[in-house]
């Protein structure tokens, strides 16, 4: 009894270990048991028996379309997506199936249409497969399939056992004496069967090496079936489009759909030729979707509309007021526009393919060349270059929609910025980096601190700035430096004196003055700054270190 006890547990060992050589995400056993059980009723499909499986695997598989993506048109928040599919349909009402379409399809932009043919589109439905002959036949087909598999999986399982179990045998009979009358064996003896041994034990190994590798791939292979069987919609949704055919012949017939996960955003590039005094504004498109759809040779469109937001302008509600303040509710719209009225399509030049997983592709939209006004700017009391910027119009026809812009001076990037929108005709003006021809030092000259009745000082400091050029041609640049401005009647700020008389600027911050300078080639230009601040005695150490 003692021995046949220990007999079944080395079997259940055995069992273990083979199935855990095996590496499968799930219990063969359990499988086995639920595929063997009845399905369940079509009119829940997905409280079949499989959802009870626990299996580590992702709630989507990898999209199964059986139509091909013609057009995609991508909105800013959302594409529209138009599938075709060619077939021979007999006469009368035929029902042509869309698959593999993704999770996230909007139905509120389902359509259908044919194309070719004398039939007509009568019916456009999303569905889910239940109670659909040609769905249930499908599934069957993959159950059909899954037990297949499964009933291979256990033969591996049951052949990895019986190996396991010869190794077992080969190290007691072999390795383990048979008791103590055995006859010492001779030298040649143990040297034959240390090498009978060896080559055996090799040929057991790679034999599991290679079941244990025909059970992953099978394992591979059954998971996803697994998966539909417990999902009918795992691989996708299922658009039925019903059409009316009065003789049997080929037909296209197309479906539109809208889905979500998909935008895109523009981007753009400005190229500065200094020398020539132009620049070179491109537009593109930075397109993203994450629909889990493969749009593949596709026509792809870009449209400025969001529909969302709604197409028609919005209405007020009254605008009330109480002791409280305003109600926010006054402001509630019942219908929204986007910025800027009408929406624009920019067609995608060639056909394109963008993945479905979060993938970005940048298309080129197109470009504007034209002059542009160069200014130079410099602040050194903060800085001691030489900035440089342009000013164009935009004289396209289409507005420029909210934005980063990426510059370079010929070849070298030099910086980014961002747009609004840009009507046309509107100006716009983009910092091109620092010139590295001109350089600007702000020194000071002077400090003087003067003692006054009443106990208060007077310190008078006066900066000079010289802006060099080394460059070959003059340079016009505006220079702009800083007075304090004080903010508490003991502390007065005067102007003394400046080299240059400053350029009015009406837009300027308090105490802040600009020059315009004409510097040759080669040389340069200097602007003197004189001011004088009064304060009381106790505040001179303050003020001492406030004024560089």
Not at 47 to 63: D, G, I, K, Q
Not at 103 to 125: F, I, K, N, S, Y
Not at 195 to 220: I, P, V
Not at 323 to 351: L, N
Request: overall charge negative; some cysteine.
């Amino acid at each position: 009894m003692f021995l046949l006890l220990a007999c079944a547990a080395f079997a259940s060992d055995y069992a273990d270990e083979a199935e855990r050589r095996m590496k499968l995400s799930f219990d063969l056993d359990d499988i086995q048991a639920e595929l063997a059980a009845p399905p369940a009723p079509a009119a829940a499909p997905r409280a079949s028996a499989y959802a009870a499986v626990a299996l580590p695997l992702p709630p989507r598989l990898p999209l199964e379309p059986n139509s091909e993506v013609e057009r995609v048109l991508v909105l800013r928040d959302r594409a529209i997506v138009t599938r075709t599919r060619s077939l021979e349909l007999a006469a009368g009402t035929q029902r042509v199936r869309f698959e593999g379409l993704p999770p996230a399809l909007d139905a509120t932009a389902l359509a259908a249409e044919l194309r070719g043919g004398r039939g007509r589109v009568v019916g456009v439905e999303l569905v889910s497969g239940s109670g659909d002959v040609e769905e249930t036949e499908r599934i069957e087909g993959i159950r059909k399939r899954a037990e297949v598999l499964s009933a291979e999986l256990g033969g591996l399982r049951d052949r990895i056992e019986a190996l396991l179990v010869q190794r077992a045998y080969l190290d007691r009979a072999v390795l383990s004496p048979g008791g103590e009358s055995r006859p010492v064996p001779s030298l040649d003896v143990v040297k034959g069967t240390l090498a009978w041994l060896g080559d055996a034990e090799r040929e057991l190994a790679s034999k599991l090496r290679e079941n244990e590798e025909k059970a992953g791939k099978l394992g591979e292979e059954l998971e996803p079936l697994l998966v539909k069987l417990r999902d009918p919609a795992a691989t996708g949704l299922t658009v039925r489009v019903d059409v009316e055919m009065p003789a049997s012949g080929k037909v296209d017939v197309a479906l539109r759909y809208g889905v979500l996960g998909a935008s895109w955003s523009p981007t753009y590039c400005a190229r500065l030729d200094p020398d020539a005094a132009g620049v070179t504004f491109e537009t593109q498109a930075l397109v993203q979707q994450s629909t889990g759809e493969l749009w593949k040779d596709a026509r792809v469109e870009l449209s400025t509309a969001r529909p969302l937001v709604g197409g028609a302008a919005p209405t007020l509600s009254t605008w009330v007021l109480d002791e409280y303040g305003v109600d926010s509710a006054s402001f509630a719209a019942t219908a929204g526009a986007s910025s800027g009225a009408g929406a624009r399509v920019y067609p995608v030049e060639g056909k394109r393919t963008l993945a479905g997983d979060g993938s970005q592709a940048r298309f080129p939209l197109g470009s504007v060349t034209g002059g542009v006004a160069l200014s130079l700017d410099t602040v050194p009391r903060i800085t001691p270059e030489v900035f440089r910027s342009a000013a164009f119009a935009w004289t396209a026809e289409a507005p420029l929609l909210p934005g980063p812009v990426a510059s370079f001076v010929g070849g070298d990037y030099v910086g980014s910025a961002t747009i609004g929108s840009i009507a046309p005709g509107e100006p716009i003006t983009l910092g091109f980096g620092v010139d590295d021809r001109l350089k600007a030092e702000r020194s000071l000259v002077s400090r003087k601190v003067e003692h006054l009745l009443g106990g208060r000082t007077r310190t008078t400091v006066r900066f000079r700035t010289t802006v060099r050029n080394f460059g070959k041609a003059a340079a016009a640049i505006q220079l702009r430096d800083q007075v304090p401005v004080s903010q508490v009647d003991r502390i007065t700020v005067a102007l003394v004196e400046t080299s240059l008389v400053p350029t009015p600027d009406a837009e300027a911050a308090p105490g802040v003055l600009a020059w315009a300078l004409s510097v040759p080639a080669g040389g340069s230009q200097s602007v003197e700054l004189c001011f004088s601040v009064t304060a009381p005695r106790e505040l001179q150490a303050r003020m001492e270190a406030m004024l560089l």
